[in-house]
Structure formats: C-alpha cells, structure tokens
C-alpha cells in the first residue's frame, strides 16, 4: 500500500510554494518543452486526450475534448477559468495544492491558454481559504517577474496574463457558470445552458473552465506523455486522483493514488477507521454524492467507472468514512439543512424543495417523523432532480434517496421509537462527523 504522488511530490520542504522550490522540482519544463520543442497547439490538446484525463472537480468531463471545444478561429478575447471555489463538505484537496504547490496550477494554466489560444485567465478562489488566495498572488508574482505569465512568454510572441479572483464563501458559485456570474461582479446565480461556456462565457465570450487539480496535473501530461499518465490509472480513468479522506479513521487527509486504487488499500493509508470500530458507510464523491454501506464500498475500487457502477459518483474525491457510531438519521438532517442553506433560490423546486427536505428529515431526527415521511422523502426529491438550471437541486435529492434507500430501517426505527437505533453510548463513545444536535 503505497501513494503514487505527482502534485504532491517533494513537498515535503518548508517552502515549496516558492518559485526556486518549483524549478527544482523541475517546474515549468513543460513549458519551456513546448516552448523550445515548438509543439504546436493541437498536438497539445491531442496529447490531454490521449492522457485520459478527466476533470477533477466532480463532473469528470475528458479534459482534451473540452479544451477541443474552443473555438480556435474567434477573432475577440477568449478566457480560461480555473475552478478553486471548493466548498461542498469533506473536499479539501485543491486548497492544499494552492497552499504547497500553486505554480502547478500556473504552469497548467499557462499550457491551456497556450493550447486554446487564450491571452487572460481567472483563478476563482473559494473566499473562506483568503490566505491560500494570498499565497496564490505571491505565486503570480514571482511567475510574471521570471517571464512565465504576461506578455512575450520566454522570449515568445505568446502571451497570457492570469488573476486570482477572491469568491466570498458561497457554495453556489462552484457551479461553473454561477462561478463566471461572480468573476463578473453580479450575483453568484447558475446560467440556463446552451449557450455553453465554450460558446459563451466571460463576459459573452468563449471561456474554458478547469478545476485546480485537472490543472495541475497537465504539466505532467506534456513531461512524461499522455500515455504514461493513461497507464498510472486504468483504462478511461488515466492518470492519479486525490482524495480527501475525512470522518472516523486514523489518519485523515489528502492521499495521492492511481486511480483504481482498491477503496480498503486508501483507507489502509488513512488509518483504518478509527478506534478499531466497524465501517458502517461511506460517501464516495463529496456530501452530493449519494452514500453506499460498507460490503458494497468494500468492493469498489477508485476510479470513475467502478463508483458509478455500484450506485454513487466518485465527485470531487472526498471520502467521508462513517463508523458504527454514526446514526445516518442525524448525518442526512445535516447534510439537508446545508444544501437548504446553499440554494440561491433562483428555481422553485429547488428553493422550495431543499427547505422542504431538511424539515422533514429534522422530525424525524427529532422524534416527530410520521409513517408517510419516508414516501414524502422520496417524491420530493424526484420532484427536484432534473428540474433546476443546476445541478444543485439533484445535489441535494441523492444523498436523502440514498439514506433512505440503504438505511430505511434506521429512518423507520426513529419514526415508530421517537429514538435512534444506535445507543446512546455508542455514539457518545464515537467521535462525531456532523456538528449538530444530539439523538
């Protein structure tokens, strides 16, 4: 059992931020191979596809047929966008990239814009992490003063100029178009799509959105060739993922993997769950994506492909680990209550219908759920899912239809008890996940 680190190689210094730490690591010579090798921009983006790459913040769109999307032949400004807005629970990874190795994410940046054409591009960083939007201007600084942004890049007539723009904690603004609302100053709301950001982005014009780790891990890409970084993973799933692994294990944190990593070596290298108590759940992907019990997660490996096959996604990559002690009752009431909190309103069934979600599971919680509750819960949440301009509303329906569809039992024990399921003790003896109310 063993990482597979590639972003996360050799930051084991006391300032691997720094520009000086990044070249000797060998930063920034994919670019300069570009540079000096004269690849021309298709082979780049045929390069990204032949690497398997898929985006990182969720979604896992192959990152070169994206890019592909661009138009190269617009005559007027295009953008690049990087997604650094992580908000959604149990998803820490790509503020550590920023905090330990943002010129990754510069470099990366700087090789899309080179592959697409764009002259200007915007990090959108998550407004609660201010001080990894600091270090990521102290980044940009150093970059543009030794020739890796701005204009005529190592003596080119290429040119690209990149910002950090600071978000202010809403979760809504990491839905990509909510995200290019916000860079433009206007209220952080999802577009109706079409038109697509590749045809219609910042300011009306086409605009390529990436999420921080897909970035960071193109400098690779073009060093070592798309096939290597295929081969590091498994077939349409290339390459080596982080994951945020939170809840009741050991050793809680980023770990760098291939992807197909099997899901009991990852929690090996997290510690195993803690205290020696049993894995009870779960959830894959971030708080959005729906929980799976332990034999079936047992089963799994880390790759797109296998977590969609036994019923959840692989997100954003934030595993949270729930134990024995864990009553899902109360885990699903605080999981509502925050997609409650985090709607923008702009949908009805959404607005209306996320409220609706964390009062019914919060009586439940709370000793006042009724028989039809569980049936409610259901018809509700197929009322949402698919019904939004954004994938929020079904971000908030899976996690109750999968609560409900793999712990029915501890839902209908609270209704008919007015109590949980789990003692007492035991959860007192377990450490919690979730803060809020006790059983």
Same mark, same amino acid.
């Given at each position: 059992?063993?990482?597979?680190?590639?972003?996360?190689?050799?930051?084991?210094?006391?300032?691997?931020?720094?520009?000086?730490?990044?070249?000797?690591?060998?930063?920034?010579?994919?670019?300069?191979?570009?540079?000096?090798?004269?690849?021309?921009? =298709?082979?780049?983006? &045929? #390069?990204?596809?032949?690497? !398997?790459?898929? $985006?990182?913040?969720?979604? @896992?769109?192959?990152? *070169?047929?994206?890019?592909?999307?661009?138009?190269?032949?617009?005559?007027?400004?295009?953008?690049?966008?990087?997604?650094?807005?992580?908000?959604?629970?149990?998803?820490?990874?790509?503020?550590?990239?920023?905090?330990?190795?943002?010129?990754?994410?510069?470099?990366?940046?700087?090789?899309?814009?080179?592959?697409?054409?764009?002259?200007?591009?915007?990090?959108?960083?998550?407004?609660?992490?201010?001080?990894?939007?600091?270090?990521? =201007?102290?980044?940009? &600084? #150093?970059?543009?003063?030794? !020739?890796?942004? $701005?204009?005529?890049?190592? @003596?080119?007539?290429? *040119?690209?100029?990149?910002?950090?723009?600071?978000?202010?904690?809403?979760?809504?603004?990491?839905?990509?178009?909510?995200?290019?609302?916000?860079?433009?100053?206007?209220?952080?709301?999802?577009?109706?799509?079409?038109?697509?950001?590749?045809?219609?982005?910042?300011?009306?014009?086409?605009?390529?959105?990436?999420?921080?780790?897909?970035?960071?891990?193109?400098?690779?890409?073009?060093?070592?060739?798309?096939?290597?970084?295929?081969?590091?993973?498994?077939?349409?799933?290339?390459?080596?993922?982080?994951?945020?692994?939170?809840?009741?294990? @050991?050793?809680?944190?980023?770990?760098?993997?291939?992807?197909?990593?099997?899901?009991?070596?990852?929690?090996?290298?997290?510690?195993?769950?803690?205290?020696?108590?049993?894995?009870?759940?779960?959830?894959?992907?971030?708080?959005?994506?729906?929980?799976?019990?332990?034999?079936?997660?047992?089963?799994?490996?880390?790759?797109?492909?296998?977590?969609?096959?036994?019923?959840?996604?692989?997100?954003?990559?934030?595993?949270?680990?729930?134990?024995?002690?864990?009553?899902?009752?109360?885990?699903?009431?605080?999981?509502?209550?925050?997609?409650?909190?985090?709607?923008? @309103?702009?949908?009805?069934?959404?607005?209306?219908?996320?409220?609706?979600?964390?009062?019914?599971?919060?009586?439940?919680?709370?000793?006042?759920?009724?028989?039809?509750?569980?049936?409610?819960?259901?018809?509700?949440?197929?009322?949402?899912?698919?019904?939004?301009?954004?994938?929020?509303?079904?971000?908030?329906?899976?996690?109750?239809?999968?609560?409900?569809?793999?712990?029915?039992?501890?839902?209908?024990?609270?209704?008919?008890?007015?109590?949980?399921?789990?003692?007492?003790?035991?959860?007192?003896?377990?450490?919690?996940?979730?803060?809020?109310?006790?059983?």
């Amino acid at each position: 059992m063993s990482t597979h680190e590639l972003i996360f190689a050799g930051l084991d210094g006391d300032r691997t931020w720094r520009l000086e730490d990044y070249v000797a690591r060998g930063g920034y010579s994919a670019l300069k191979k570009i540079i000096n090798e004269k690849i021309s921009p =298709e082979d780049v983006i &045929a #390069e990204v596809k032949k690497s !398997g790459l898929r $985006g990182r913040g969720g979604a @896992g769109f192959p990152t *070169g047929l994206k890019w592909s999307f661009m138009p190269r032949a617009f005559p007027g400004a295009k953008y690049l966008a990087c997604n650094s807005d992580e908000g959604e629970p149990g998803t820490f990874k790509d503020r550590d990239i920023l905090r330990y190795n943002p010129h990754s994410v510069i470099e990366g940046m700087t090789i899309a814009a080179y592959a697409m054409g764009c002259e200007r591009g915007y990090n959108y960083i998550h407004g609660e992490i201010f001080d990894v939007y600091q270090r990521f =201007e102290e980044a940009l &600084a #150093e970059a543009r003063a030794a !020739g890796f942004l $701005g204009q005529n890049i190592l @003596g080119t007539d290429f *040119g690209f100029e990149l910002f950090a723009h600071h978000g202010y904690g809403a979760y809504i603004c990491g839905e990509e178009t909510a995200l290019l609302e916000s860079i433009e100053g206007k209220k952080g709301q999802p577009r109706f799509k079409p038109p697509f950001p590749a045809s219609y982005g910042i300011y009306g014009k086409p605009t390529t959105i990436n999420n921080t780790e897909t970035f960071a891990s193109v400098p690779f890409i073009i060093n070592d060739g798309g096939e290597h970084f295929l081969n590091l993973g498994k077939p349409n799933n290339g390459g080596t993922k982080i994951f945020s692994v939170s809840g009741h294990v @050991g050793r809680p944190g980023n770990y760098e993997v291939r992807l197909g990593t099997p899901f009991s070596e990852l929690l090996a290298l997290a510690g195993g769950v803690r205290g020696g108590r049993r894995l009870k759940a779960v959830i894959p992907g971030g708080s959005s994506a729906p929980v799976l019990p332990a034999d079936i997660m047992m089963d799994c490996t880390m790759d797109y492909d296998s977590i969609s096959k036994a019923g959840s996604m692989l997100g954003s990559g934030a595993v949270i680990v729930m134990d024995e002690s864990t009553c899902m009752v109360k885990a699903l009431e605080r999981l509502s209550y925050f997609y409650f909190e985090e709607s923008c @309103g702009q949908c009805t069934p959404c607005r209306e219908g996320t409220g609706w979600l964390y009062r019914v599971v919060h009586r439940i919680e709370h000793g006042k759920g009724r028989p039809e509750d569980l049936d409610l819960l259901n018809s509700v949440t197929a009322n949402i899912m698919g019904r939004t301009i954004c994938a929020l509303g079904d971000a908030a329906s899976m996690p109750v239809q999968s609560f409900v569809k793999h712990f029915g039992s501890e839902f209908e024990y609270h209704i008919e008890h007015k109590q949980c399921l789990v003692p007492a003790d035991v959860q007192n003896e377990g450490s919690k996940i979730y803060v809020g109310p006790t059983c």
